[in-house]
Nanobody, 124 residues
Framework: QVQLVESGGGLVQAGGSLRLSCAAS????????MGWFRQAPGKEREFVAV????????NYADSVKGRFTISRDNAKNTVYLQMNILKPEDTAVYYC?????????????????WGQGTQVTVSS
């Protein structure tokens, strides 16, 4: 099994930056594709970014491309989301997710494990 523990959320002004971390436990972490999703009040959970198990492939939602970067450090069993030039519309609960596959996907229904979520609030 895989367990995910998130940290790094908080309050930031528009234009600022935050770095989210997701610490994973489980013997298969190094081969699991990992993703970040977010959900704002009254909205559905949406895809943000994903990285393949090997770390050699990434994909991003159009709304965050060029501003957010996903990365992983398998030696530390951790995946990161660096968020720059934050906008008020980035305000949401951010979730880390893992799937039983090495292949990156944007489809939230294909992820098997989820963190508890961490709040990101961007003020104008």
């Amino acid at each position: 099994q895989v367990q995910l523990v998130e940290s790094g959320g908080g309050l930031v002004q528009a234009g600022g930056s935050l770095r989210l971390s997701c610490a994973a436990s489980g013997r298969t972490f190094s081969s699991a594709a990992m993703g970040w999703f977010r959900q704002a009040p009254g909205k559905e959970r949406e895809f943000v970014a994903v990285v393949s198990g090997s770390g050699d492939s990434t994909n991003y939602a159009d709304s965050v491309k060029g501003r957010f970067t996903i990365s992983r450090d398998n030696a530390k069993n951790t995946v990161y989301l660096q968020m720059n030039i934050l906008k008020p519309e980035d305000t949401a609960v951010y979730y880390c997710a893992a799937r039983r596959s090495t292949i990156a996907t944007m489809n939230r229904n294909l992820f098997n494990y989820w963190g508890q979520g961490t709040q990101v609030t961007v003020s104008s």
